[in-house]
Structure formats: C-alpha cells, structure tokens
C-alpha cells in the first residue's frame, strides 16, 4: 500500500514522500486466503485523543510512527510550509527523527492510533 511518510532529507529538514509499506501475499488462515502483510515488531502502542484545537508545535517523534487517524482530522506542515491533511482512516509514518521536525494541528477532534517501532 502507498502511504505518506514525513523524512528528514539531507538538509536537515523534514519532507513528506510517498513510500510503498505493508505489502501483501495470500495466506492460508482458517480455510479462507486472504491478504496479509508481514508482521512488523513494536515497541509499543497507544492512542492519542486530541480536541480540535490541539496544536504541537516543532517536533520529531521519539521512533519511527505509524499514525493511524481513527477519528477526526489532522494537519502536519514541515519546512517550507508544505502541508498535509489526514482524516479519518488515513494512515501516515513520522520518521523524520532528527532535524526541524513537523508540526501538528488538529483540525477535528478525535483520537488516533499510535504505534511506536522503537529503535
């Protein structure tokens, strides 16, 4: 699957970039093929409720983050003012661990999924 990733470049500043993650082969699991990724290993998982006028500014993740936007909308900008909307059911990776980083501005109230790859 395509999915938006948010980097940090050679410049040191933070880019989003689309990434293919999460590809899938058929399995056999209880009689039925279906799709299924591989697994990935977390360190942990959490879910993050923010109201509509949440706001973070500057920041980088601790590690590697699968966002999963479960309700609600989100709006991350980076350097040079680029910015992306994820609403619900929007998945996005925040992997800029060093440099400027991104911001966080909610749009919507909700909660997301987050999970924590860990280093």
């Known amino acids: ?10 410049d ?3 880019h989003f970039r689309s990434v293919r993650t999460f590809e899938v082969s058929p399995m056999l699991f209880a009689g039925t093929t279906v799709l ?6 977390c360190e942990s998982t959490l879910v993050h409720e923010f109201d509509a006028d949440y ?3 500057w920041h980088n993740p601790p590690s590697t983050q699968y966002v999963i936007v479960l309700a609600g909308e989100l709006e991350i900008a980076v350097h040079g003012g680029a910015s992306r909307r994820f609403a619900e059911g929007a998945m996005f990776i925040a992997a800029d661990l060093t440099g400027t980083g991104h911001t ?6 909700g909660h997301a999924v987050v999970i924590n790859l860990g280093a």
């Open 55 to 57: 706001r973070m500014s």
């Open 12 to 14: 040191g500043h933070s």
């Open 104 to 109: 966080t501005h909610a749009l919507k109230a």
């Open 1 to 10: 699957m395509n999915c938006i990733e948010i980097h940090t470049s050679q």
């Open 36 to 41: 299924l990724s591989q697994p990935t290993r």
